[in-house]
């Protein structure tokens, strides 16, 4: 009975032995992509740098809640486009990127630090998140913010707002060095619910509201095609600006590095005198 009872509490010590709990903190490095109205191809080709901070608690091998705050640059530029609408529309704009967000994540093979043989897996991720962005345009050398502008004819105090909430999403693989540190490659995009990431949506406002509303700055930077001679003006009030029928987003793709601060959990035996009882 005794060599039974050592059998049986072994076992459940090895089981609970291998499901680890615990935090891990990291931070990364990679790039940001935008993709929106001056990029509507998916155009991956002019990346701006990305960071990203990672707190991350494992439930256990497979389930763990992740928060992470990142920064990225992003911009866009008519001019790198093959079509000819966009060439003779001829706008750009270049924005800084906070990105708070937090998600659950499922490892797809069972991972555990410094594991000889569950030490890789890939998985994916799912959460909410918030993001401020100021899209800014540059003119005569010098860098203007859009969102004050109201480039598309918005009244005073009706502009977008540059907080936004997002669906975040994605995935990457990990891979164990030893017990404590370990490697993340990942990739997450963030689904947006506003179209003015890139300060372009609707349509062309009428240049003389908006230069008694705005000022001559912010007529010059709606229309930029009259500096295209190439191409015919397309700035005409209530003329297509921009697609409002899609939202815009953006991504991050980022290695981090990750410390993990927790401890194998054992079982507890309240009444370690049982395992010699007869």
């Known amino acids: 009975m005794r060599t039974a ?26 790039v940001s992509h935008y993709f929106g109205d001056l990029n509507p191809d998916f155009d991956l080709g002019h990346p701006g740098p990305g960071a990203s901070l990672l707190g991350r608690y494992n439930f256990n091998e497979r389930i763990a809640a992740r928060f992470s705050f990142s920064f990225g640059i992003i911009d866009g530029d008519d001019a790198r486009s093959d079509n000819s609408f966009q060439r ?30 569950y030490f890789f897996t890939p998985y994916v991720s799912a959460g909410l998140g918030a993001f401020h962005f100021n899209p800014k345009a540059k003119l005569d050398g010098t860098w203007h913010e859009l969102r004050p502008l109201g480039t598309e004819g918005q009244r005073r105090g009706r502009e977008y707002h540059s907080i936004q909430p997002a669906i975040v999403y994605g995935g990457g693989l990990k891979f164990s060095i030893n017990y404590r540190w370990s490697i993340n490659v990942e990739i997450y995009g963030r689904w947006l619910f506003t179209d003015y990431l890139d300060d372009v949506s609707t349509t062309y406002p009428d240049p003389n509201q908006l230069r008694q509303q705005r000022g001559d700055i912010a007529v010059q930077l709606s229309d930029r095609s009259i500096e295209i001679e190439e191409f015919p003006r397309v700035g005409e009030p209530g003329r297509q600006r921009g697609d409002a029928s899609r939202n815009d ?29 007869r």
């Open 5 to 30: 009872l050592i059998i049986v509490c072994t076992f459940f010590l090895i089981v609970q032995v291998e499901a680890q709990r615990g935090w891990e903190v990291g931070a990364g490095v990679g």
């Open 88 to 117: 003779a529309r001829n706008l750009s704009f270049k924005s800084n990127i906070w990105d708070l967000s937090t998600m659950l994540e499922f490892n797809f093979f069972r991972f555990e630090h410094g594991h000889r043989d």
């Open 249 to 277: 987003s953006f991504s991050f793709a980022i290695i981090s590095i990750n410390y993990y601060f927790g401890q194998l959990d054992c079982p507890r035996i309240s009444r370690p005198d049982l395992l010699y009882r």
